[in-house]
């Protein structure tokens, strides 16, 4: 069903996420995360023959934000959803409803553990907001909505 508008302002009129179905996603992503953090971590240590990594290590705590920042804004500017967001079926667009820019990613990816600080009050934001946005939705210039479900494809 089309609603005869430009392709380019249909992502605008779609219904912002609930909170609830962005943090079933969080959920997800940060499973994945983890084990991704985990591997990375096990060759970190196979490359250095085995020794530890000591806390605080400077060069390994810089990599592990890497690969987090990279896992999210790469799933982010790539189609607009990590694999969480799939599931949920929740979108992150601009906030003028084109595709995410690398430089809007990693905004909101450091902005997103801003929110988070002071016991995630930049999340329960959305709550109280009009348009359902959290803190790193603003000052990245992004929005999350909702992907509706697929048509079924009936064969005959």
């Known amino acids: 069903m089309t609603t005869g508008l430009p392709r380019s302002t249909a992502p605008l009129l779609a219904d912002a996420a609930p909170l609830l179905r962005r943090l079933a996603a969080l959920a997800y992503d940060a499973l994945l995360l983890f084990a991704l953090l985990f591997v990375f971590t096990l060759a970190a240590i196979v490359l250095r023959g085995g020794r530890e990594i000591g806390p605080g290590t400077l060069w390994f ?59 995630g009050l930049g999340y329960w934001w959305a709550l109280f907001d009009s348009r359902r946005r959290c803190w790193h939705d603003t000052l990245s210039g992004t929005r999350v909505v909702r992907v509706p479900p697929r048509a079924s494809n009936a064969r005959d």
Do not use: K
């Open 61 to 119: 705590e810089a990599s592990l934000v890497a690969v987090a920042l990279l896992f999210c804004a790469g799933f982010w500017t790539r189609g607009g959803q990590t694999l969480g967001m799939r599931a949920w079926r929740i979108r992150l667009i601009a906030a003028d409803g084109g595709p995410v820019t690398w430089p809007q990613a990693c905004g909101r990816f450091f902005a997103g553990w801003l929110a988070a600080l002071p016991f």
